[in-house]
Nanobody, 123 residues
């Protein structure tokens, strides 16, 4: 079992930045690939970014490529999502998730989920 807790969301103006954190407890954090997803009202949960357990491999949705950066610190059992140049269309609840194998871009590839943190970008 892995417990995940997101933090760092909030209200920001367009063009601003936020750093989301995902603190993990339970089983060994470094055994899991990590992903970030988001879900806006009335929309399906969508992939944002993923990072391998060592941090050597990353993947991004086209909509955030060049603006968002995923990282992790296995010593702190924490994954991060640095979100820059935020746009109103980035408004959503952001979730982190853990996968014992590479989870890819589908929510079904991830086993453990956090409760989410709200990001609201005003125009």
């Amino acid at each position: 079992q892995v417990q995940l807790v997101e933090s760092g969301g909030g209200l920001v103006q367009a063009g601003g930045s936020l750093r989301l954190s995902c603190a993990a407890s339970g089983r060994t954090f470094s055994s899991y690939d990590m992903g970030w997803f988001r879900q806006a009202p009335g929309k399906e949960r969508e992939f944002v970014a993923a990072i391998s357990r060592s941090g050597s491999n990353t993947a991004y949705a086209d909509s955030v490529k060049g603006r968002f950066t995923i990282s992790r610190d296995n010593n702190k059992n924490t994954a991060y999502l640095q979100a820059n140049s935020l746009k109103p269309e980035d408004t959503a609840v952001y979730y982190c998730a853990a996968a014992p194998l590479w989870g890819g871009t589908s929510p079904s590839g991830y086993t453990y989920w956090g409760q989410g943190t709200q990001v609201t970008v005003s125009s």
